[in-house]
């Protein structure tokens, strides 16, 4: 599976505690285009590189996929009831 063009939503729906960004926030290193800025960087956190585009994460549509990335935040997220 491919990123899907102006989705996003791994990078607003998770939390990414190297970059001090909270569940649902949009990442600051996120084009106005949906673009990772930090895409070919050394810079980019590893939990940002290891995601890969999968259903199980992007079911069929960007609004599906930030469903899916907020109950899997919610359920592995400690102290998120």
Not at 19 to 41: E, M, N, P, V, Y
């Amino acid at each position: 599976m491919k990123c899907r063009m102006g989705c996003g939503a791994c990078c607003i729906a998770p939390s990414i505690s190297s970059l001090d960004k909270s569940a649902g926030t949009i990442c600051r290193h996120l084009s106005a285009s949906t673009l990772c800025l930090l895409f070919d960087s050394p810079e980019r956190p590893a939990c940002c590189t290891g995601l890969r585009p999968a259903a199980e994460f992007c079911g069929d549509s960007r609004e599906q996929a930030m469903v899916l990335l907020t109950e899997l935040e919610t359920a592995t997220c400690p102290g998120i009831v």
